[in-house]
């Protein structure tokens, strides 16, 4: 049987449509699958993401990170390592997971570099998620020991997110945002948007010529 080439088109858009959502709603409804994901390539999609160059006053706050330490914010974050930060949830289910999976691609494909690199994870929900809750999801994206994830007070948690400008007054409001920087005392890159591994990976090796 022919058919029509606009019917054929509609046909095809529909059925990438399906598989688009079909993926969406598996991905948000089940968190065992961002394990499954980890060793998929996401280099096709292109991404849409803004970049700037900003200067941050880091919070003299403390935090507490996932191994259940307390530690100081500035010592953590001047380690004297490049650092690449993001702001997670333990219950969030869309941006969330879209950027510990990136991460999880980005402490891969960094590979032998991966123990000069400092990933850090900074939860902006602390009054829920306690350090055993954020060992249990840093384990579903199979964190190594160069990645870190930390919460602490409410006080605090705001404290850094309000530092760097990412503090949307509630965590469903939340932005999907990625910050590195070389060493201390260098300004930042915020990446802010949909990024893929490949493109994270690349502004880190591009870091010294900012």
């Known amino acids: 049987?022919?058919?029509p080439n606009q019917t054929m088109k509609l046909i095809g858009r529909t059925a990438v449509m399906?598989?688009?959502?079909?993926?969406?709603v598996f991905f948000s409804a089940s968190p065992l699958m961002a394990e499954e994901l980890n060793n998929v390539e996401m280099d096709n999609p292109a991404p849409e993401f803004t970049r700037s160059i900003v200067n941050y006053d880091i919070p003299n706050v403390e935090v507490i990170r996932k191994d259940g330490k307390k530690l100081s914010f500035i010592q953590e974050i001047d380690d004297g390592r490049p650092v690449i930060m993001n702001f997670i949830f333990a219950s969030c289910s869309?941006?969330?997971p879209m950027l510990s999976h990136v991460f999880s691609q980005v402490q891969t494909k960094l590979d032998k570099d991966i123990p000069k690199v400092h990933l850090m994870s900074i939860s902006i929900d602390p009054e829920n998620d306690t350090p055993a809750k954020l060992r249990e999801y840093a384990l579903k994206f199979g964190a190594g020991s160069y990645w870190d994830y930390y919460t602490g007070t409410l006080e605090?948690?705001?404290a850094v997110q309000k530092a760097f400008n990412a503090y949307r007054g509630d965590k469903m409001n939340h932005s999907s945002i990625i910050l590195m920087r070389v060493a201390p005392g260098k300004p930042w890159l915020r990446l802010e948007g949909f990024m893929s591994p490949d493109a994270v990976i690349r502004e880190?090796?591009?870091?010294?010529?900012q």
């Not at 399906?18 to 969406?24: L, Q």
């Not at 880190?204 to 010529?209: A, C, G, Q, S, T």
């Open 204 to 209: 880190y090796r591009n870091l010294d010529n």
């Open 156 to 158: 605090a948690s705001i």
């Open 1 to 3: 049987m022919n058919f």
């Open 94 to 96: 869309a941006i969330c």
């Open 18 to 24: 399906v598989v688009i959502i079909f993926f969406g």
